[in-house]
């Protein structure tokens, strides 16, 4: 079990996030084209998701329960966010995903697993179950690119900056 954990530890940044649905072929881009996100895995066995539109409107203001109910819930819509423990398959090469705290309440509890491949420095990884999203049952791709200490810090801070 551990030769996956080892290859999965760390920070990643998203490249892609496109969903499928059920019995079909056309992609969907829920998150747009071009979203952001990071993956967090650490060696404790705690796991963090992150998903976003890259440019999200804005609220008014900097408190976030003082703006309108509705740009609140275009917010939560463009939003993927979960966190919890996670366990690893290395024979299935699967991440499971046991999620403690969800931006969608019904995903706390729930275990979802991902079937993981690598190709360099990239992982791709697909739900093996698939969920609802927009009125349909969908699978979900992410494709992530590994965030390393070998950048400069200049180029850290620039990802870093893109990403939010």
């Not at 530890?9 to 071009?34: D, H, M, Q, R």
């Not at 697993?113 to 791709?124: A, C, P, Q, T």
């Not at 049952?137 to 070998?150: C, E, G, L, N």
Request: zero cysteines; charged letters at 25%; aromatic letters at 12%.
């Amino acid at each position: 079990m551990a030769i996956l954990k080892n290859e999965i530890i760390g920070a990643w940044k998203l490249l892609s996030y496109i969903e499928v649905p059920v019995g079909g072929e056309e992609y969907l881009f829920p998150l747009g084209t071009n979203p952001k996100g990071v993956l967090i895995f650490n060696p404790d066995g705690y796991m963090s998701v992150q998903l976003s539109v890259k440019n999200p409107v804005k609220y008014n203001s900097e408190d976030r329960f003082a703006d309108t109910d509705e740009k609140m819930a275009t917010r939560a819509k463009e939003y993927i966010a979960f966190t919890g423990k996670y366990t690893v398959n290395d024979m299935l090469a699967q991440v499971n995903y046991h999620i403690e705290t969800s931006l969608n309440p019904n995903w706390e509890g729930v275990t979802q697993v991902r079937k993981l491949d690598f190709e360099g420095d990239i992982l791709y990884q697909k739900s093996l179950e698939p969920i609802a999203s927009n009125g349909q049952m969908v699978y979900a791709y992410m494709t992530w690119q590994k965030i390393t200490k070998s950048i400069d810090e200049e180029k850290m801070s620039a990802e870093i900056e893109e990403l939010y």
